[in-house]
């Protein structure tokens, strides 16, 4: 059972703007960074966004991550086919001591 | 080009043990945390350990402490995953990725490998 809580699913149409939630507790995102991972069909996990709102380089500015409190939320505008994939939220725990993972939220583009 | 290499996977028996390694390039291996990550087959990703760039602080999920053992060779530029006594549930593909961050709080894994498959079968 994962200790950050994500709907296990989203979808959206071409060119629209979905967000994707992810809720924790004070010992993981009330205290700490969050960060998301993309992971395409068939391929391993990408850094999407990190430090809560963060971009690597060469992600694109449609992707953007925001955090309040307890909660963090992934947003995706102008939705592409080629985004359909899961997405995984993640932050270090400090009572586990270690990395926590949502349970995913695989994204279909309609 | 920065890149993470995993190899050793394949199939183990319930109670037996195999070694992951996982070969870094294109970036200072000995600057860098590093990690192990799972994934079960259609299933979402699990932490599996971390270790510091100087082995100081080593962290284990409670799913695999006491069976699993993760060290690094800074001079091989190389991580590795010792797996002792075996379990169905720990089939997986494990990737092997770079950690970074100025503190725990900011903690986040940037480089990943493209896996190497587990199968713990009798």
């Known amino acids: 059972q994962s200790v950050l809580t994500q709907p296990p699913s989203a979808s959206g149409t071409p060119g629209q703007r979905v967000t994707i939630s992810c809720s924790g507790s004070?010992?993981?995102?009330?205290?700490?960074?969050v960060n998301w991972y993309q992971q395409l069909p068939g391929t391993g996990p990408k850094l999407l966004i990190y430090s809560n709102n963060q971009r690597p380089s060469g992600v694109p500015d449609r992707f953007s991550g925001s955090k309040s409190g307890t909660s963090a939320s992934l947003a995706i505008s102008g939705l592409q086919s080629e985004d359909e994939a899961d997405y995984y939220c993640a932050a270090w725990d400090d009572s586990l001591n270690g990395v926590i993972f949502g349970g995913g939220t695989k994204l279909t583009v309609l | 080009e920065v890149q993470l290499v995993e190899s050793g996977g394949g199939l183990g028996q319930p109670g037996g043990s195999l070694r992951l390694s996982c070969a870094a390039s294109?970036?200072?291996?000995?600057?860098?945390?590093m990690n192990w990550v799972r994934q079960a087959p259609g299933k979402g990703l699990e932490w599996v350990s971390y270790i510091s760039s100087s082995t100081s602080n080593i962290y284990y999920a409670d799913s695999v402490k006491g069976r699993f053992t993760i060290s690094r060779d800074n001079a091989k530029n190389s991580l590795y995953l010792q797996m002792n006594s075996l379990r169905d549930e720990d089939t997986a593909v494990y990737y092997c990725?770079?950690?970074?961050?100025?503190?725990?709080?900011?903690?986040?894994?940037?480089?990943w490998g493209k896996g190497t498959t587990v199968t713990v079968s009798s």
């Open positions: 294109g970036f200072t291996f000995s600057n860098y945390f």
């Open positions: 990725a770079r950690g970074t961050g100025a503190s725990y709080s900011y903690y986040y894994m940037d480089v």
């Open positions: 004070s010992s993981n995102i009330g205290i700490n960074t």
